[in-house]
């Protein structure tokens, strides 16, 4: 039964703003594409495109071409996106950790992206590359209030420029590449969202900032939602849930994976590019657990910095994701988040949406576009 008592934030970032304030996260390689960040968006959300590696699934994609090739497929992928969006809020997840991530963020913009959501790694110079595309709204991923206040700082100062957004995503539960040093402070309790939103929610109020926090990490339902809202957050983030729909880009046999993960197979690893990952325990991660190195040479230097490039230690993490996604069970990397062993079943984006907002009274209002 809708009791409907629960007032929806508005949630309104740069020019942009979606019916809901419910976000789909980025989720790379190709487990966030056009028709997942589509059918968000087209539902009321933001749909998220993840802007990694998307130039791998092409033929006689190369260590010289990577960039063009990740740029072109991009751009492709976004001008889909917005299609199926019908005029709902589309936004690109580029990772400041990537060789090509000016490329991406420019390309982006040019392709009409609605916003830039920006993490692994600090985005500290996301408002000079995007200085000629004013309406592209900026919203940069942090898991502390230290991180956003080095941001926040830098592009007063730099750029006169405030965040459109921040999200908060919670390495203790959040899925993919995580914001800690190392596997250990991943699960430090300071990190935890109910201690760094509202901490972040006071420093903003502090400086007189309207800037619009978005909680992620282990948000599953309308009462996890209800409560990022009372911590002072006005929007959220999901992963693994959209991951697990029917309009999810990645295969069958990934999707099954999340349906048949029990909460023992989710497991901690540091990744190639130094930092930790959430993922189900699959035979690749267990060989990769048991110090067996993988054989895979490296194609492309898709990572600034990449153990398995420069040391030839752990593995090809594109090889891997790019094996996930296609539902390679024996030789890919299925990021997921911590709750992923309750997906029991594949929903419709349209269905797992009606969930999410149970209980909440719905705004009465106002197209879904793009304002
Ligand atoms: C399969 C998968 C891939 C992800 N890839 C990315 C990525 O490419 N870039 C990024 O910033 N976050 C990535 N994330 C994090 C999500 O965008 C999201 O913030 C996070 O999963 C929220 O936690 P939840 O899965 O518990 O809902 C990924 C998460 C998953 C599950």
Redesign the pocket.
Same mark, same amino acid.
Do not use: D, K, P, Y
């Given at each position: 039964m809708i009791n409907k008592e629960k007032e929806l934030p508005v949630l309104k970032i740069g020019k942009h703003q979606p019916k809901y304030p419910i =976000?789909?996260? @980025?989720?790379? *390689?190709m487990?966030?594409g056009p028709n997942l960040a589509g059918a968000v968006a087209a539902e009321g959300g933001i749909g998220?495109l993840? #802007? *990694?590696g998307l130039g791998v699934l092409t033929e006689g994609y190369n260590s010289r071409n990577f960039a063009e090739r990740n740029s072109m497929m991009l751009k492709k992928y976004i001008k889909q996106a917005k299609d199926l969006a019908k005029g709902g809020v589309v936004a690109v997840?580029?990772?400041c950790a990537l060789c090509d991530y000016e490329s991406l963020v420019v390309s982006s913009c040019e392709a009409g992206a609605d916003i830039i *959501? #920006? @993490? $692994?790694g600090l985005p500290l110079k996301l408002p000079e590359l995007t200085e000629s595309f004013s309406d592209v709204a900026l919203v940069p991923?942090v898991s502390s209030v230290k991180a956003a206040n080095i941001i926040i700082n830098r592009w007063k100062k730099h750029y006169d420029r405030y965040p459109d957004g921040i =999200?908060v995503?919670?390495p203790n539960? /959040?899925?993919?590449?995580l914001g800690a040093r190392d596997i250990e402070q991943v699960s430090n309790p300071e990190l935890a969202l109910k201690v760094v939103v509202p901490a972040l929610f006071e420093y903003l109020k502090e400086k007189e900032l309207d800037i619009p926090i978005i909680a $992620?990490?282990?948000?599953?339902d309308s009462n996890d939602i209800s409560e990022a809202f009372s911590m002072g957050a006005r929007g959220v983030? &999901?992963?693994? +849930?959209? /991951?697990a729909t029917v309009e999810g880009d990645?295969s069958d046999r990934y999707k099954q994976a999340y349906i048949d993960a029990k909460e023992e197979d989710v497991v901690l690893i540091d990744s190639p590019c130094g930092l930790p990952g +959430?993922?189900i325990n699959s035979p690749m991660v267990k060989r990769f657990l048991a110090g067996i190195q993988e054989r895979t040479p490296c194609k492309t230097p898709c990572l600034t910095h990449c153990l398995c490039r420069t040391k030839h230690e752990t593995f090809c993490i594109a090889d891997a &994701?790019v094996n /996930?996604y296609k539902g390679d069970w024996e030789n890919g990397l299925?990021?997921?988040? #911590?709750?992923?062993s309750k997906v029991t079943s594949i929903m419709k984006v349209k269905d797992l949406m009606h969930e999410l907002l149970e209980g909440f009274k719905m705004p009465d209002f106002i197209p879904t576009s793009t304002c």
């Open positions: =976000v789909q996260g @980025g989720m790379g *390689v487990i966030s998220t993840a #802007s *990694v997840n580029c990772m *959501v #920006s @993490g $692994a991923i =999200v995503e919670t539960t /959040a899925g993919g590449h $992620a990490g282990g948000i599953w983030q &999901l992963g693994t +849930r959209f /991951a990645s +959430r993922a &994701l /996930a299925f990021f997921c988040g #911590s709750n992923v």
